[in-house]
């Protein structure tokens, strides 16, 4: 009975066909192939013996990929690489390939391509989420709402604001990915033990073994290679790699989640589509389904971090396999959550919409409780201690709200009016609230400075900004 195939939900649903092919398994066995032939051609270069012909036969074969055969072989073998080998030579007809090298010192550099090329997809990904959170930020710089702590209405900002509060936080965590990607090491062929001492055994000069390991790590796009290393590369690499990609989801989840708040009070919307269905059962829902999906990524990222944080500090002397089901699942799927993130992001950025009228419906419901610290100050300008001023707003302002929560309008500025001890007029507090966006503090050079920071990244890297996302189901 032949075994069903389930596809990884991630890749299949979530993640871009550019991340899905850096991981796919056909890919990832044309990469193993290109570095086998790879090594062999710096070694004929270096003067170990491969006849004539060699190289370009299984060049000819690279493309020649047949998995099925692959896996009925491993399943005798009980080792993939060996399989690996012994289909590709088998294709070439020649036993040339893998000489001085071990099993890591092919799947661990291809993977560490792997992750690097993946690296550089989400860092051009990111590099457009941040310029769309900038355009936004600076449209709505100057449309006043009800800004809230504790989900509870505070002091009054933009909608803008809020785009470059969490645009900051991807900002700080795309300079933490910039220095992973600058200062993230190649394993290199380093042997069984980490001591290279098979490439010293065929290699007819030794000291050509920095030039054989310079080749490795210019062929996988790398500009150098670890010193000193075991079998394997130090998982804690692992770990920063995968904690990095949460950090740069953080900023992207927390809007995610704020946008669905908003969209609960018919402030914004994250776009819904002509031909959209929000519900079967309820016909008028447009729910925010894009944003649940950001939020609930970011959970799995979480947990794949757990997963690579086990793997961290639990190295077996040299190296052993103890880790590979673990990272099998966590290095793709971490990066096709990452990919399948800023994708939704993307849409939910592109599609975006507010409505400024319910905004406003609901800034003038406010207005008087957002201003009550600029009327605190002004008491306290004019002699009352802050204290005693703070005593007398909060006992209006409870009294008021409760009155509201009974269908009154807000009526807290003619309440406190009414105490004979509070020293600022009715039309002085009026006056104090009549233009909202004097109550925002410094949120447009906030604003202004974030954009500024953004162009400062699109300079660095200009092609990143045309990145346009794909359709996402």
Known sequence: ????????????????????????????????????????????????????????????????????????????????????????????????????????????????????RSLELIRNKAVTVLVRMAELATENSSLVMAGRSHNVAAQPITLGKRFANFGEELLHAFGHLDYVLGSYPLRGIKGPVGTQQDMLDILPNPDDIVVLERGVAEHLGFESAMGSVGQVYPRSLD???????????????????????????????????????????????????????????????????????????????????????????????????IDGIFETLLTVLEEFGAFPKIIAAELRRFLPFLATTKLLMAAVRMGVGRETAHEMIKEKAVSAALSMREGEENLLLIRLDANPDWPVSLPDMKHAISSPIDLVGAAVPQIQAFARSVEGVVAKYPEAATYRPGSIL
Not at 39 to 45: E, T
Not at 98 to 115: A, C, F, I, P, W
Not at 246 to 271: F, H, K, N, W
């Open 1 to 116: 009975m032949a075994k069903t195939t389930i596809p990884d939900v991630l890749a299949h649903r979530y993640a871009s066909e550019e991340m899905v092919a850096i991981w796919g398994l056909e890919q990832k066995t044309i990469m193993e192939r290109e570095l086998w032939v790879a090594v062999m051609k710096l070694q004929k270069r270096l003067g170990v013996e491969i006849p004539d012909g060699a190289i370009e036969a299984y060049e000819a074969a690279l493309y020649d990929v047949d998995l099925i055969a692959i896996e009925t072989l491993e399943r005798k073998l009980r080792h993939d690489v060996k399989a690996k080998i012994e289909v590709f030579n088998a294709l070439a007809g020649h036993e040339q390939i893998h000489k001085g090298m071990t099993s890591r010192d092919l799947t661990e550099n291809v993977e560490q391509m792997q992750v690097r």
């Open 239 to 337: 770990s920063e790699v995968v904690s990095c990609l949460l950090q740069l989801a953080g900023g992207p989840s927390s809007l995610a989640t704020t946008i669905r708040l908003m969209a609960g009070q018919e402030l914004v919307t994250e776009g819904f589509q002509k031909d959209q269905v929000g519900s079967t059962a309820m016909p008028h829902k447009m729910n925010t389904r894009s944003c649940e999906r950001i939020n609930a990524l970011t959970k799995v990222l979480k947990g794949l971090v757990v997963m690579a944080n086990e793997l961290l500090g639990d190295q077996w002397n040299e190296g052993d396999v103890s880790c590979s089901v673990v990272r099998r699942v966590v290095l793709p799927d971490a990066f096709f959550a």
